[in-house]
């Protein structure tokens, strides 16, 4: 197991989790700053009303993007065991 190799993998592993969390971060993102100017145009400064549209926003990312998230995490499971000799040398 020399260096490159253990270099490649750890990035590997980071872009996957990135991606597998991108989906529901930019949907809280956008529905948190959504709501934010709903609340500065219409003066409303109640802050626990961004927390129930966040959370069907992450809710709804991630019932939709489920089976991309899935696909993407068998591949990474896939590749990870199918190099397993590379593990062990």
């Known amino acids: 197991m020399t260096a ?5 993998f750890f990035y ?3 872009q996957v989790t990135i991606l597998l969390a ?3 971060l930019v ?3 956008v529905v948190g ?3 934010s100017i ?3 145009v219409t003066s409303i400064n109640e802050m626990t009303l961004t927390f129930i549209p966040k ?3 992450v809710a709804a990312a991630l019932i939709f993007f ?3 998230m899935m696909q993407t995490l068998v591949g990474f499971t896939e590749r990870i065991f199918l190099g397993m000799n590379q593990f062990i040398r």
């Open 33 to 35: 700053l959504l709501v």
């Open 4 to 8: 490159d190799f253990l270099t490649g």
């Open 38 to 40: 709903f609340q500065s």
């Open 12 to 14: 590997e592993a980071i």
């Open 27 to 29: 949907a809280g993102l």
């Open 66 to 68: 489920f089976p991309w």
């Open 22 to 24: 991108a989906p529901m």
């Open 55 to 57: 959370m069907l926003a």
